[in-house]
């Protein structure tokens, strides 16, 4: 159950913003100015520094209002790391069979990256239930549409190279929701949170059909 509602609450939001940051106190400021633009899921990527100690920070400050979860996770300790940490979700760059046995245990979801249908169909064998889609620019929106042709049960994620433009595409070729990076979070860069909470907004807006 605790699997499934997550899962919800996750696609009812329809975005995921994937932080990094060059150290823990850019990518705190970061994940405020996205739940100031109206982000309800965030992604902690285990390249920034302290990434365990961020999500313990987050999950105490947001509790329930928001969903923290963990990023380039390349590993089932890593991944056990961040569960204990406080994530709710494990998100990798590439599919781990470990990774996903660890998350089936803790009743934790796993979304791999992932690039070719018998990856996609292996991920979905360990109990996978949204696959990420990556990397993005890599892909047209329209492989989401012919893959859900003859498997019309995968749910995808596409991540990376998703903006303002095209996210509408990839919704309607039927993605269940998108992860977005640097569109988003570039700003932070130059220590301007005011835009990247002004780019949260106008993506989640964007992504609820407002």
């Not at 899962?7 to 405020?32: C, F, W, Y």
């Amino acid at each position: 159950m605790q699997t499934y509602e997550i899962l919800h609450q996750m696609i009812s939001s329809k975005l995921a913003v994937v932080l990094r940051g060059e150290n823990l106190d850019m990518a705190e400021k970061t994940a405020a100015a996205c739940v100031k633009g109206g982000v309800k899921t965030l992604e902690v990527t285990f390249t920034v520094p302290k990434a365990g100690q961020l999500i313990e920070t987050l999950v105490d400050q947001y509790d329930e209002d928001v969903l923290v979860g963990a990023g380039t996770v390349l590993d089932s300790e890593t991944a056990r790391l961040a569960i204990l940490s406080g994530a709710r979700f494990i998100v990798s760059p590439a599919f781990d069979i470990e990774t996903a046995k660890l998350c089936n245990r803790y009743h934790i979801p796993y979304l791999p990256g992932c690039m070719t249908v018998n990856e996609m169909i292996e991920a979905t064998e360990y109990g996978v239930s949204v696959i990420k889609l990556f990397p993005g620019p890599s892909y047209d929106p329209s492989f989401i549409k012919n893959v859900r042709g003859p498997l019309p049960y995968l749910n995808i994620m596409p991540t990376g190279g998703i903006t303002l433009d095209n996210v509408d595409a990839w919704l309607k070729a039927g993605a269940v929701m998108v992860g977005v990076g640097g569109e988003i979070t570039r700003p932070a860069k130059e220590g301007d949170y005011d835009t990247v909470e002004q780019l949260a907004k106008a993506f989640q807006a964007k992504v609820m059909g407002k």
